[in-house]
């Protein structure tokens, strides 16, 4: 069974880069027809999707969020990491990352939920001033 853990720090100034990792066991980061995703939570409201990789390394980002966002992945490490430019208190929130059929991208990037494929605990990033 696939199982993810995100990693980073908790506490990030403002203006500075938020950079996380997710580290994959239980099979490989490069599978056909799995995604790998970046979702977050802000306190008090929805999923909100950031970007994802795909099998081949091609990556797709929110448009709300793409000119700050940048995924990259470490294949010898099966992890892939999400780095986030010139953060605020706004991007504030739980920082998941997920492993996504294709057959479930519509759905994440329309209405995200933890009911598609398989997800990482969530780790708590606060961006202070």
């Known amino acids: 069974q696939v199982q993810l853990q995100e990693s980073g720090p908790g506490l990030v100034k403002s203006s500075q880069t938020l950079s996380l990792t997710c580290t994959v066991s239980?099979?490989?980061?490069?599978?056909?027809?799995?995604?790998w995703f970046w979702i977050r939570q802000p306190p008090g409201k929805g999923l909100e999707w950031i970007g994802y990789?795909?099998?081949?390394?091609?990556?797709y980002y929110n448009p709300s969020l793409k000119s700050r966002t940048s995924i990259s992945r470490d294949t010898s490490k099966n992890q892939f990491t999400l780095q986030l430019t010139s953060v605020t208190p706004e991007d504030t929130g739980v920082y998941y990352c997920?492993?996504?059929?294709?057959?479930?991208?519509?759905?994440?990037?329309?209405?995200?939920?933890?009911?598609?494929?398989?997800w990482g605990q969530g780790t708590q990033v606060t961006v202070f001033s």
């Open positions: 239980g099979g490989p980061i490069t599978s056909n027809g799995f995604y």
């Open positions: 990789s795909a099998p081949s390394g091609a990556t």
């Open positions: 997920a492993r996504v059929h294709q057959m479930s991208i519509t759905t994440m990037t329309s209405r995200p939920t933890k009911a598609a494929g398989y």
